[in-house]
């Protein structure tokens, strides 16, 4: 499936705003994700919203994933990671993506159903906590701290999946569709 250029200008735009949203997050982010583990894997989850939202109003295949990337983009000069923000973004929505993809694809339902949309929240929660391994503190490497980010990072998700399906159906509601 080819996008249109209207489908393009969407998801460029929910892209800017999502990059909107990691400026606003950068001066709080690195310290956070040094003092709480898991309250950080909580706090970004707002990154997941508008990613989300972009898959579910327009059916794209990869929306989610387009959005990240540009919102990356528009970031990397300005994070303290540089341009390897692009790498939780983007796996995060990839994998999200690609299972709501794969779920509709074994179940062929006239509307997919919002089981198949929490199912790839947790599976991007399951990635990005497995992207986010590498940078812990090595004192922040115990099981107990481990499991309640790994629960954080999946409650997270979940509940950005959906805070996307309430705004999309306000924005329905308001008249404003893909």
Do not use: H, K
């Amino acid at each position: 499936m080819t996008p249109s250029t209207r489908i393009l200008l969407v998801l460029a735009s929910l892209g800017a705003l999502t990059a909107l949203v990691l400026l606003a997050l950068i001066p709080v982010g690195g310290p956070l994700a040094a003092f709480s583990p898991p309250l950080y894997a909580l706090v970004v989850t707002v990154n997941s919203v508008l990613p989300f939202l972009a898959r579910r109003m327009l059916g794209f295949p990869f929306a989610a994933t387009f959005v990240s990337f540009f919102a990356g983009l528009l970031t990397g000069a300005f994070s303290s990671i540089g341009f390897l923000v692009l790498v939780p973004l983007v796996a995060g929505s990839l994998t999200f993506d690609l299972v709501v993809s794969f779920l509709n694809r074994i179940r062929r339902d006239r509307r997919p159903g919002e089981w198949r949309w929490a199912v790839a929240a947790a599976a991007s929660g399951v990635v990005l906590f497995l992207v986010s391994l590498p940078v812990f503190s090595p004192g922040d490497l115990i099981p107990s701290i481990l499991i309640v980010t790994l629960v954080a990072r999946v409650a997270g998700q979940l509940a950005a999946s959906l805070l996307s399906r309430v705004l999309a159906a306000r924005l329905a509601r308001a008249g404003i569709s893909a």
